[in-house]
C-alpha cells in the first residue's frame, strides 16, 4: 500500500500529461510559456481569485506574498506553530518575526480566538494555514485583520479545492498561497506553486518579485527573486486538472469510508460542517502513536506525521520566535499520525487501513460497523 498513489494518479491522466508535455517540447518556450498564462487563467477562474500568479514553490508563494505587502525586518507575522516549515521559514527570511498563536485541539488549525490578544503595533499581517486541507476560520480571522488594517495569507498549500461558505480556498483573504508538490491535492512532478488575490496593486507587484524585481526587461523596481514555475511544470498541472474535481470527490469518498469505520472508535482530527476539507490528510490522534506507527508499519501500512515538532520548538527557530509556548501544538505534535490517502484509496483499502488501526490501537470493530456506516467525524459549524 502506497501513502499516497502518485503512481495510480499518473495512469488515470497518462495521456492528457504526455500530449501536453509533447506540446512544449514542440513549442520550446520553455520559460513563461503560453502553458503559464493558460494555467493563470484557468486557477483563477476555478478559485474566483482576480489573479493568479504561478511561482516556482509553496514557498515562494508564500515568500513572494509577504514581499508583496511589504514586510521588513522588524516586522511580526502572527502564524500557526503547527504547519510545515516553510510558513515561518519565508517570514524569518524577510527579517521578520514569526508569533504563533495555539491551535485548536478539534482541528489543529490556528485558534482564531487567541490571534487578537498578539497583535502589536508591530504586527504585519496574520497567516493562517488551512491544514491537512481544511479552510482555517478565515470569517474570524479576517474580522480581527480588519479591526486592525491587516492584510491575511491563507497558506493554502494543502487546501486547493477546499471550499469555504460558498467560496474556494486560495479565495478567502487578501492573499492565497497554494503549492504544486506532487502528493498536495493538484500537484504537478516538480516544483510550483501560485498566489491568488483580487488586488490588482498586489498582483502586479507579486508578478515583478517573481521576475526579480522587474518592471520591464533590465529594469529593477523593486527587489524580486527568481521565482517562475516552469512551462512543463504548468502543462502538467492543466492536464491533471482535468480529473481534479472527479479527485476531489473520491478524497471525499475515502475520508468517509474512514469516518464510518472509526467515528467514536479512534479521536478523529475533526471537520466542520460549514466548510469542505480538500483531505490532503486523514489524521488521527493517539496517545501511544509511536507504538500504533510501528505495528503498521510492520504490517506494510504506511503513515506519517505531520508535524512531529511544533515550529517554536525547532532549533533553528525556538530563539526567533515570540507569542505563548503553545500546549496544544506541542501535545497535537505527539499525537498526530496521518493514514493513506488520496483519491485512488479504494473502500477495501480504508477498510484495510482501519481494521489495523484500530487493531493496534487496542479497540476492534464491531460487528455492527461492518455494515452500517456511522456518522462522520463532521464538527458543527464553527461560530
Ligand atoms: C507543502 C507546504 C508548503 C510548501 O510548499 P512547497 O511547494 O513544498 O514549497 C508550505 N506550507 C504548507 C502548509 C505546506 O503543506
Not at 492528457?16 to 513563461?32: E, N, P, W
Not at 525556538?318 to 500546549?327: E, F, N, T, V, Y
Request: hydrophobic content about 45%; proline content about 7%; some cysteine.
Amino acid at each position: 500500500m502506497e501513502f499516497i498513489d502518485l503512481k495510480a494518479q499518473y495512469q488515470a491522466s497518462r495521456e492528457a500529461i504526455g500530449h501536453r508535455i509533447q506540446s512544449v517540447l514542440d513549442h520550446g518556450q520553455y520559460i513563461m510559456g503560453p502553458e503559464v498564462a493558460e494555467l493563470e487563467e484557468r486557477l483563477a477562474d476555478y478559485t474566483g481569485a482576480r489573479h493568479c500568479i504561478t511561482v516556482a514553490s509553496g514557498t515562494e508563494a508564500l515568500l513572494i506574498a509577504l514581499m508583496a505587502l511589504g514586510v521588513e525586518p522588524g516586522d511580526e507575522v502572527i502564524t500557526t506553530p503547527f504547519s510545515f516549515i516553510a510558513t515561518a521559514e519565508v517570514i524569518v527570511l524577510l527579517g521578520a518575526t514569526p508569533v504563533f498563536a495555539d491551535i485548536d485541539p478539534a482541528t489543529c488549525n490556528i485558534d482564531a480566538g487567541q490571534i487578537e490578544a498578539l497583535v502589536t503595533p508591530r504586527t504585519r499581517a496574520i497567516m493562517p494555514v488551512s491544514l491537512y486541507g481544511q479552510p482555517a476560520d478565515m470569517d474570524e480571522i479576517n474580522a480581527i485583520a480588519a479591526r486592525h488594517g491587516l492584510p491575511v495569507i491563507e497558506d493554502a498549500a494543502q487546501s486547493f479545492g477546499a471550499n469555504y461558505h460558498g467560496r474556494k480556498s486560495c479565495n478567502l483573504s487578501t492573499i492565497g498561497c497554494t503549492s504544486f508538490f506532487p502528493s498536495k491535492p493538484l500537484g504537478c512532478y516538480g516544483d510550483g506553486g501560485a498566489l491568488f488575490t483580487s488586488d490588482d496593486v498586489l498582483a502586479r507587484a507579486a508578478r515583478e518579485i517573481r521576475v526579480h524585481g522587474q518592471s520591464r526587461r533590465y529594469v529593477h523596481t523593486r527587489l524580486g527573486v527568481g521565482g517562475r514555475m516552469d512551462t512543463l511544470q504548468c502543462a502538467i498541472v492543466l492536464a491533471k486538472l482535468e480529473r481534479f474535481e472527479w479527485e476531489l470527490a473520491q478524497r471525499q469518498r475515502a475520508g468517509a469510508a474512514y469516518d464510518a469505520l472509526l467515528s467514536g472508535r479512534v479521536r478523529l482530527v475533526g471537520r466542520h460542517r460549514d466548510r469542505s476539507s480538500a483531505l490532503a490528510q486523514y489524521t488521527v490522534v493517539l496517545d501511544e502513536r509511536e507504538r500504533v506507527q510501528a505495528t503498521l508499519h510492520a504490517r506494510g501500512i504506511p503513515t506519517a506525521v505531520h508535524y512531529p515538532v511544533p515550529m517554536h520548538q525547532q532549533p533553528a527557530y525556538a530563539r526567533l520566535a515570540g507569542g505563548p509556548p503553545c500546549p496544544v501544538a506541542v501535545e497535537m505534535a505527539a499525537k498526530v499520525m496521518s493514514l493513506p490517502m488520496g483519491p485512488y484509496l479504494d473502500d477495501a483499502g480504508a477498510r484495510q487501513v482501519a481494521e489495523a488501526l484500530l487493531a493496534a490501537a487496542g479497540g476492534s470493530l464491531p460487528a455492527a460497523a461492518q455494515a452500517a456506516p456511522l456518522p462522520g467525524a463532521a464538527l458543527p459549524a464553527s461560530p
